[in-house]
T-cell receptor, first 113, second 115 residues
Framework: GENVEQHPSTLSVQEGDSAVIKCTYS??????FPWYKQELGKRPQLIID?????GEKKDQRIAVTLNKTAKHFSLHITETQPEDSAVYFC????????????FGKGTMLLVSP | DAGVTQSPTHLIKTRGQQVTLRCSPK?????VSWYQQALGQGPQFIFQ???????QRGNFPDRFSGHQFPNYSSELNVNALLLGDSALYLC??????????????FGEGSRLTVL
């Protein structure tokens, strides 16, 4: 089955800095890679996703890159703000009706004012 | 448009007891997946229901069972509770057959504490 590794487990940055979280996956059949943000006591919320037909996707301050050859993908957050503080999870699956996401263990991002 | 709703939000049980958690999917969705999220970990896939049948199952024992009803809502049952079953149980819904069927929408979860 799929295995997703995520690094780092914690990341502390100053407000305004950039943050990068990296994930690797094992199943070459995976072609859907979402990122979820989970605030304390809340549900995971999809913030951005990428499919294997593109290498990069951007949405305002958030971008995701995908290297399918190396089987890794990354989340980039620019101009971080205190409200970006949360746990971020990467995940991988096949983009089909049978999709079952395999999650990384999460990265706790702390943005200090 | 209501999102994914789950009940109860919190519950406390003792070892050996049984628990039932409930989930209503997002409007228009027909597929329900259940995930277990232990403290400090990522969600782990339990099973997925579509057309009232278990379509896929993760690495969880038979103590974990489920059901999907004709209105697409779903239940997760856990028998003979163990301390290690304490976790946040997340329900996620999706639409099989859509152009981007990999997308999951999560509910707020049911936090189970086993004493």
């Amino acid at each position: 089955g799929e295995n997703v590794e995520q690094h780092p487990s914690t990341l502390s940055v100053q407000e305004g800095d950039s943050a990068v979280i990296k994930c690797t996956y094992s199943d070459s059949a995976s072609n859907y890679f979402p990122w979820y943000k989970q605030e304390l006591g809340k549900r995971p919320q999809l913030i951005i996703d990428i499919r294997s037909n593109v290498g990069e996707k951007k949405d305002q301050r958030i971008a995701v890159t995908l290297n399918k050859t190396a089987k890794h993908f990354s989340l980039h957050i620019t101009e971080t703000q205190p409200e970006d503080s949360a746990v971020y999870f990467c995940a991988a699956s096949q983009d089909s009706g049978y999709s079952t996401l395999t999650f990384g263990k999460g990265t706790m991002l702390l943005v200090s004012p | 448009d209501a999102g994914v709703t789950q009940s109860p939000t919190h519950l406390i049980k003792t070892r050996g007891q049984q628990v039932t958690l409930r989930c209503s999917p997002k409007s228009g969705h027909d597929t329900v997946s259940w995930y277990q999220q232990a403290l400090g970990q990522g969600p782990q896939f339990i099973f997925q229901y579509y057309e009232e049948e278990e379509r896929q199952r993760g690495n969880f024992p038979d103590r974990f069972s489920g059901h999907q009803f004709p209105n697409y809502s779903s239940e997760l049952n856990v028998n003979a509770l163990l301390l290690g079953d304490s976790a946040l149980y997340l329900c996620a819904s999706s639409f099989t057959g859509g152009p981007h069927t990999g997308e999951l929408f999560f509910g707020e979860g049911s936090r189970l504490t086993v004493l």
